[in-house]
């Protein structure tokens, strides 16, 4: 059940017209007064012929009219409106109980607290089975104003009870960091001009776009312009940004003049502070020199990156853990869902799209991020938009599979926060990451599996996956991917890696118990964690003693050198 507060208004009488009226397109059926202040003596306009609309409107404003006599200052904002609706699969609702479920909703927003003989008046109109229309004038019996504040959530607290009694669909409480609902106006436009969003939506996904093409707010407001959105910044006198509104293209008013929607109209994390906070958080990118030991391509360094990612929210008891870094790591995650989804192949941009518009309701809670905490994310994603060409195709799926094993941390991380409407975004998105993910695997898997090793070969791998990971190794045998697997784990054989020591890492990086395909999980983590050569142990001690072979300038001896046999024990292992 949704309750949805509009704004002060100052007209009863021309409320009570579209009440009463046939509405926009016919559909207000049979209006009539279900419930309504104590002190209603006034007859129904909806069932008695001789009452009008007029009488009604000045009934219900008296106490107005008498606080404006007393007063100089006239009250205008004095029209309190509140549609309740119930879900479309509920069940068929009587007046009766449409007038109970006023009463509840009038006496949580503190228009007609309960007992009070001298509170608003209000009355509750149905027009269509589904919902009604509860009306206030705020302006108590003895002149005072109630007390709204925080009437909203008090409302939607009681629609939750509600729900519970009569045995309706239950939805998720609310939190406050939920995007706006769209207006009827804005959707009825919407309508009108054959657009798919609203203007507010419609920006929302343009400005969430940007946010990794840009270093700091500037750049992002430049990024907007530069895409044809109509940016209207707010400046203090030293020309420092303050603030800004959007406006999108051909979204005018009656005048033809551009309609332009502050950030924080359009989300409540698209504010000029929070955008610089998360923009201007990330350190500067190292040297490139410091960057010889890390993966060639933005695609490995994202899925690198997620590591830190996947750390923070399983390990909480640490002393650098913390809800503040969680938070920023999750609201990281989504730029970077973001950046794969633009630069990804076009068979997988859809899917990813999605995911990166679910995952938008992950990203904020009550719980304020500490956006440096998310830096290698956030540099990840950056690199990606600024300097990725197209992926290779396992590079991708690693990535991928990455994101669906973070989407499920982080879904795990707001159920334990109980954060019910962020759960169930990454919920969402998860099902498109690993629709891409199938995607994006199958050329991979059929690649592998064409070029398998031999049968003494596998019979050797298999043994390593029994003693790798004798939990799970019955899963991973009859995994249909298993084959894949055993090209990858021979492949990084070849490299100089240790089959059964690879096993471990990969399983200890990603439990396996929720794995849909343990195998191609595994696929995955491994081909990323096994893509460069294992180092060579007698390589590096002889440029070790290569580079410490000079006697020190003090005349002491240099210390003796670790003598490396010439054959290391292993195992005679059959090759494909």
């Not at 229309?133 to 925080?150: F, I, M, Q, S």
């Not at 509104?245 to 309609?259: C, F, H, M, S, V």
């Amino acid at each position: 059940m949704i309750a949805a507060i509009k704004p002060a208004g100052s007209n009863t009488r021309g409320l009570l017209a579209y009440l009463y009226g046939p509405g926009r397109q016919d559909e207000h059926l049979d209006p009539h007064i279900v419930a309504g202040f104590a002190m209603l003596g006034m007859p129904d306009p909806g069932r008695d012929e001789n009452a009008t609309l007029t009488e009604l409107a000045r009934y219900l404003d008296e106490p107005v009219r008498l606080r404006n006599s007393e007063f100089g200052r006239k009250v205008t904002d004095h029209v309190w409106h509140c549609p309740v609706r119930a879900a479309p699969e509920d069940r068929y609702l009587s007046d009766a109980e449409w007038g109970e479920i006023a009463q509840r909703v009038v006496e949580a927003a503190g228009i007609a607290p309960p007992g009070d003989d001298l509170a608003c008046r209000w009355i509750a109109v149905r027009h269509a089975d589904d919902h009604i229309h509860v009306l206030a004038t705020t302006v108590r019996e003895d002149g005072r104003r109630p007390k709204l504040h925080d009437s909203g959530i008090h409302v939607g607290d009681a629609c939750r009870e509600i729900e519970k009694g009569y045995g309706l669909r239950q939805l998720k409480k609310g939190d406050r960091t939920g995007t706006r609902r769209p207006t009827q106006a804005e959707m009825h436009k919407a309508q009108r001009l054959g657009w798919e969003q609203t203007s507010p939506q419609w920006l929302e996904d343009r400005i969430r776009a940007a946010i990794p093409h840009a270093r700091t707010a500037e750049e992002l407001l430049a990024y907007l312009e530069a895409d044809g959105i109509a940016i209207k910044p707010r400046r203090g006198p030293s020309g420092d940004l303050l603030g800004y509104a959007a406006g999108r293209p051909g979204d005018l008013n009656e005048k033809g003049e551009q309609i332009f929607h502050p950030g924080k109209r359009i989300a409540p994390d698209l504010t000029l502070p929070k955008l610089q906070a998360r923009l201007e958080a990330v350190v500067p990118e190292e040297h490139p020199t410091a960057r010889r030991n890390k993966p060639t391509t933005p695609w490995q360094q994202a899925t690198d990156a997620l590591d830190t990612l996947h750390t923070q929210l399983t390990d909480t008891t640490g002393a650098d853990s913390g809800d503040e870094r969680s938070q920023a790591h999750i609201a990281a995650l989504g730029e970077l869902i973001e950046a794969t989804a633009q630069q990804a192949p076009v068979n997988l941009r859809a899917e990813l799209d999605a995911a990166a518009k679910a995952f938008a309701r992950a990203q904020r809670s009550q719980i304020r991020s500490e956006d440096r905490a998310a830096d290698a994310v956030r540099i990840a994603a950056r690199d990606i938009i600024n300097t990725a060409t197209g992926p290779d195709g396992s590079a991708l799926a690693a990535l991928i599979a990455t994101l669906v094993w973070s989407a499920i941390l982080s879904r795990r991380w707001h159920e334990a926060k109980q954060h019910a409407h962020q759960a169930d975004a990454a919920r969402q998105a998860l099902h498109h990451l690993q629709t891409a993910a199938d995607h994006a695997m199958s050329p991979v898997l059929a690649e592998l599996e064409n070029r398998q090793p031999k049968e003494q070969a596998r019979l050797t791998l298999t043994s390593d996956v029994r003693a790798a990971v004798p939990d799970h190794a019955a899963r991973i045998l009859a995994d249909p991917s298993w084959p894949a697997l055993a090209t990858v784990l021979a492949d990084a054989e070849a490299r100089g890696h240790q089959p059964h020591q690879l096993l471990k890492e990969a399983a200890a990086q990603r439990e396996l118990n929720t794995a849909r395909q343990p195998a191609r999980v595994l696929i995955t983590r491994i081909q990323h964690t096994s893509r460069n050569p294992a180092p060579n142990r007698r390589a590096e001690a002889s440029r070790q003693r290569t580079t410490m072979g000079t006697w020190p300038t003090d005349g002491a001896a240099p210390a003796p050198q670790t003598t490396i046999p010439s054959s290391a024990p292993g195992r005679n292992r059959p090759r494909r």
